[in-house]
């Protein structure tokens, strides 16, 4: 074969072969094989190249595949204009991911919020007062005992004392946090109430952007970073009538709780982190720093750092909540949710934020009926297996894990309890087995496209050598060696497991327990709530829904937290 044939520079081959679904397939072998200047490929790359893609070529085929790498307006003319154009990590694909099953219905009628009627007095202490959950709160500035500046004021001090302690604050938003609680206070003495946000001090997760603050997505890099945006979470919020006090912490690119401003520490054990990536709204909604927070979730960012830290959170169904304004992870699986004391307090917050805005491609228009006496004995429920039985063999590598993981097994045991006493239709349930590995790597595809910006001008290397310490950069160079056919299957066989896990809900309303791995790819709602503890720090209970059955499991997590007294305990710092 002539040298004119075979040459092209090693970018364009790597690009070309992801395009014919060798997805930049080149083995070490093949790129140790060529200088960091040649430009020639050969048949001997192929070779290598198409063992990552699992498919065999003849001779004939290698060679007219090198014909169609040369060409000048092939592939690699495309793939330069893809460079050119500026995608940013803001700009949503054309493909979106519908957790809705063909052929399926839901609800189309909208009720008005029914909360529960509460009785509270204003606490005489500040301690107490900050512990309130939204429910008591909202009651407290409705009713004039408590004026918004003066909550503001007194949660600022809270952020202000004890974030040396949890480093869970990326920026205070101080003057718009007065100037919204001064607002708030007008807008009540005029009569004008918004309702149950309205006055109530909040966190936000710093994936999110608010025009005039930092927002950094826990980088070092981004530090000093504004984006001329309002995530439409904030902007509702603001409709409400909440009031941004602090923008807080996540790791790193949302994985972990490390940042370039230290270890988010958990406020019940500040020897122990506090969970990633949503790690600044758990720690400050668990310490009494904020009224509520909002976290985001892919992978369990919402969930886990709830679990952690002892409060209840809501990872809701993918699409019921719009991204818009927020860092891009992996658009087929990013869900944006509340993070609060107790889950009439996520239903509160979630009523406020969910629903099309306009911008955000992937959300639907499906309502949300929240009734606070619900009648739970309708529901029936199952329960995982795999979280109440077996075996639990001892790690030798963590001699301390096997413990906890028994004392919240039982704890989990007496949550059971609890529930069937509530008269809940309570039977052993199990997920379909499916293979994890086969539709997990979709996610950090996406995210090597959401941050091939990053990538390539060397911003990632900074993260990865920086204080955060991020183990993201590495998930992302080796995604780009994922096959493009490869990727297309997954999406296929992951609409094959959002049948199967459909079968299996279709006599329930919801399930205890939870399988992240399986339902963040599936987009089902999951809640958190705390029930119990092991050496001090919490334990939860995971609750998790079918598509749009956040109301099912709101309303058991209410009931529950009815029966006990979890969620209201808190942590002395």
């Known amino acids: 074969m002539d040298e004119q044939r ?29 200088a960091q200047d040649a430009e020639t490929i050969t048949i001997d790359m192929i070779q290598a190249a198409q063992k990552i893609a699992g498919v065999s070529f003849t001779r004939d085929e290698q060679e007219r595949i090198l014909d169609r790498l040369n060409l000048a307006h092939g592939y690699p003319a495309g793939f330069e204009r893809l460079r050119t154009a500026n995608l940013g990590n803001s700009t949503q694909p054309a493909i979106v991911f519908n957790p809705i099953l063909p052929g399926k219905t839901f609800p189309s009628e909208r009720r008005p919020l029914r909360r529960r009627a509460v009785d509270v ?19 407290l500035v409705e009713s004039r005992q408590i004026k918004p500046t003066e909550l503001t004021r007194l949660y600022l001090a809270r952020l202000k004392k004890y974030d040396p302690q949890l480093h869970c604050v990326v920026n205070l938003t101080e003057e718009l946090a007065l100037r919204q609680a ?33 927002t950094t997505w826990g980088m070092s890099p981004f530090k000093d970073r504004v984006i001329d945006t309002d995530a439409t979470v904030y902007s509702k919020l603001t409709k409400a009538g909440a009031i941004l006090i602090a923008k807080l912490s996540t790791g790193a690119l949302a994985v972990t709780a490390r940042w370039f401003g230290g270890l988010t520490r958990n406020p019940w054990n500040t020897e122990q982190d506090a969970a990633g990536s949503s790690a600044g709204p758990g720690a400050a909604t668990a310490a009494g720093l904020v009224g ?25 169904t993918f699409g019921r909540v719009s991204r818009y304004g927020a860092m891009a992870l992996a658009w087929t699986q990013d869900t944006v ?114 941050f091939d910006d990053l990538a390539r001008t060397g911003i990632l290397t900074q993260v990865e050598q920086g204080p955060e310490q991020s183990r993201r950069p590495d998930e992302i160079r080796s995604a780009y060696f994922i096959p493009a056919v490869e990727f297309i299957q997954a999406n296929r066989l992951r609409m094959r497991v959002m049948e199967q896990v459909d079968e299996a809900l279709r006599d329930l309303d919801l399930f205890i327990g939870s ?39 709101l309303s058991l997590a209410h009931a529950f937290q009815a029966k006990t007294y979890f969620h209201l305990e808190h942590p002395r710092l």
């Open 182 to 214: 001064k607002q708030a206070d007008e807008e009540l003495a005029a009569g004008m109430y918004r309702g149950p946000l309205h006055g109530i001090p909040w966190g936000l997760k710093d994936l999110l952007a608010v025009r005039g603050t930092r």
């Open 292 to 316: 509520f927070s909002i976290g985001t979730d892919t992978g369990g960012s919402i969930i886990g750092p709830s679990t952690r830290n002892g409060v209840t959170g809501l990872r809701p």
């Open 337 to 450: 949710g509340p993070m609060c004391r107790s889950a009439e307090d996520c239903a509160l917050v979630f009523d406020a934020i969910y629903g099309p805005d306009g911008k955000d491609n992937t959300v639907l228009d499906v309502p949300f009926n929240w009734d606070a006496s619900a009648d739970v004995t309708k529901l029936r429920a199952g329960y995982l297996r795999t979280a109440f039985e077996g075996e639990i063999p001892e790690d030798p590598a963590n001699p301390g894990r096997a413990a906890e993981q028994r004392q919240t097994r039982r704890n989990n045991e007496e949550a059971l309890r609890v529930i069937r006493s509530l008269g809940v239709t309570v039977v052993p349930f199990e997920l379909p087995d499916v293979p994890i590995d086969a539709i997990d790597f979709i996610r950090y595809a996406e995210s090597a496209a959401a």
């Open 121 to 139: 007095s204003l606490p005489t202490s500040d301690v107490e007062l900050a512990f309130l959950p939204v429910t008591h709160l909202a009651k």
């Open 515 to 553: 399988n992240q791995a399986l339902t963040n790819r599936t987009g089902h709602p999951v809640i958190s709530v705390p029930n119990g503890f092991y050496q001090g720090s919490p334990t939860a209970l995971h609750l998790t829904g079918k598509i749009f059955g956040e109301p099912e499991i």
């Open 6 to 34: 075979c040459s092209i520079n090693r970018r364009r081959f790597i690009e070309c072969f992801s395009a014919a679904g060798l997805g930049s397939a080149l083995m070490p072998g093949a790129l140790a094989a060529v």
